[in-house]
């Protein structure tokens, strides 16, 4: 059976020209992004830009909030209650499904950004809260396999995409290094795009301690400020068509 499987870009994160030119490219290559709501980077001229530019080339867009950190970049756990943390996240996405409505496209899916992402993962408070605002919205999430914030989706009767990254290095627990150790980011393109593809054949990978690891995954995530990310996308694509593969969404 042919194997279908998703490619997906984080979008909508740089609101330069270029940013902005570069992020419009690689929905040539990906069948979903996950759209900056404002928490970590973005506003309302560039959701309205992505969601555009997504309907246009009929990909799925999906809503990609965050911690509210537009110093950090989201990148940083933050010490926030839930219930300030639930106001921020509501908001982010009240106004891209807001703006998706102006434009025409239906959000297929939310995926949390940077810190809150990987704190949802293994945290079951913020894993229950995220899956609360899922079912609210309507939406599946997309995350890690194997997290606790699958098992609450699956809890919570909410849909759940499975990612894997193809430039960032894994633990031997199955969650990425961070981002403040060294090689946490593959920068050698011939390296992301052998992670790709053992990800996306079920190979087991080579995680930072030595050990060997096979992480699940329906969509592969390219990172569009990565360097390179449009050339590395590109080749991405080309070779999980030559080893087969046929380029969808999955789950959404």
């Given amino acids: 059976m042919t194997r279908v499987i998703d490619l997906n870009a984080d979008l909508g994160e740089d609101e330069s020209p270029d940013g902005i030119a570069r992020d419009i490219a690689i929905m040539n290559v990906v069948s979903s992004c996950n759209i900056a709501t404002g928490g970590h980077a973005g506003s309302e001229k560039s959701m309205r830009t992505m969601l555009s530019a997504a309907k246009a080339k009929a990909i799925a867009p999906g809503a990609h909030p965050s911690y509210p950190d537009r110093a950090g970049f989201g990148r940083t756990s ?32 939310i995926k949390p950004h940077g810190a809150l992402y990987n704190d949802a993962q293994d945290d079951p408070d913020l894993a229950r809260l995220l899956v609360d605002i899922a079912s609210q919205s309507r939406l ?16 919570g009767n909410i849909g759940f995409i499975t990612e894997a990254f193809i430039d960032r290095r894994y633990t031997s627990e199955g969650r990425l290094v961070p981002r403040s150790e060294a090689g946490a980011v593959i920068a050698q393109e011939d390296q992301r ?8 054949r079920g190979a087991a990978l080579t995680t930072q301690d030595g050990s060997t690891l096979t992480v699940p995954a329906q969509s592969l995530c390219l990172h569009s400020d990565s360097d390179g990310a449009l050339e590395t996308a590109t080749k991405m694509r080309r070779a999980l068509e ?11």
């Fill in 78 to 109: 933050m010490n926030i209650t839930l219930t300030d943390l639930v106001v921020s996240l509501t908001e982010q996405l009240r106004t891209i499904a807001a703006i998706a409505a102006e434009v025409g496209v239906a959000l297929t899916h």
């Fill in 140 to 155: 599946p999430l997309m995350g890690m396999a194997g997290s606790l914030i699958q098992q609450a989706s699956s809890e």
């Fill in 193 to 200: 795009i052998r992670q790709g593809l053992d990800l996306a």
């Fill in 242 to 252: 030559q080893a087969g593969m046929v380029i969808g969404t999955v789950g959404l």
